[in-house]
T-cell receptor, first 112, second 114 residues
Framework: AQKVTQAQTEISVVEKEDVTLDCVYE???????LFWYKQPPSGELVFLIR??????QNEISGRYSWNFQKSTSSFNFTITASQVVDSAVYFC?????????FGTGTRLKVLA | EAGVAQSPRYKIIEKRQSVAFWCNPISGHATLYWYQQILGQGPKLLIQ????????DSQLPKDRFSAERLKGVDSTLKIQPAKLEDSAVYLCASSLAQTTKHQFFGPGTRLTVL
């Protein structure tokens, strides 16, 4: 069975603070992919990053960084120096054999 | 490059009525997904097509929901008859490959069942 857990339902931070969104997953597949998507107030889900199970290198893209740790089955997402435009719901997703599963999402509110 | 198109954007119907949603994926994307997203929840996969064949419809309530993807391009999702609990946003997405590639999402159709 596959499962994605985003324990943080909602996080509020003040602009310029760093924030980390947690994602814990379960799968029996040896080959799988992990994703992060952003859903702004407009509603359209936007892809942010994909990681495969054999690539544990962390990645940085501008103010965004991702930490993938197979040992703890986690794929956490950090926003550095948050901005109001980062306010959105963020979803972690897992795909294994044909299945694509989303977590319940974390609503991030960045206050000016 | 044009994105995933969906219509209508909003629909309000009475319970027991029928409704249909349309999706046009990105050109060349063989895989098409329909999701149901209830307010405050993550998207839940209803059905996945690979070209015009169904890969996974295990979470599709088949007594009232149906979907088709004729000619492996456009797709329609139908609900008949609708129930109050069907109120949700219905998202269509497409991707180049079944599970390895990320998905491109359309704007969704917000359905309200009264």
């Amino acid at each position: 069975a596959q499962k994605v857990t985003q324990a943080q339902t909602e996080i509020s931070v003040v602009e310029k603070e760093d924030v980390t969104l947690d994602c814990v997953y379960e799968t029996r597949d040896t080959t799988y992919y992990l994703f992060w998507y952003k859903q702004p107030p407009s509603g359209e889900l936007v892809f942010l990053i994909r990681r495969n199970s054999f690539d544990e290198q962390n990645e940085i893209s501008g103010r965004y960084s991702w930490n993938f740790q197979k040992s703890t089955s986690s794929f956490n997402f950090t926003i550095t120096a948050s901005q109001v435009v980062d306010s959105a719901v963020y979803f972690c997703a897992l795909s294994g054999t044909y299945k694509y599963i989303f977590g319940t999402g974390t609503r991030l509110k960045v206050l000016a | 490059e044009a994105g995933v198109a969906q219509s209508p954007r909003y629909k309000i119907i009475e319970k027991r009525q029928s409704v249909a949603f349309w999706c046009n994926p990105i050109s060349g994307h063989a895989t098409l997904y329909w999701y149901q997203q209830i307010l405050g929840q993550g998207p839940k996969l209803l059905i996945q097509f690979q070209n015009n064949g169904v890969v996974d419809d295990s979470q599709l309530p088949k007594d009232r929901f149906s979907a088709e993807r004729l000619k492996g391009v456009d797709s329609t999702l139908k609900i008949q008859p609708a129930k109050l609990e069907d109120s949700a946003v219905y998202l269509c997405a497409s991707s180049l490959a079944q599970t390895t590639k990320h998905q491109f999402f359309g704007p969704g159709t917000r359905l309200t069942v009264l």
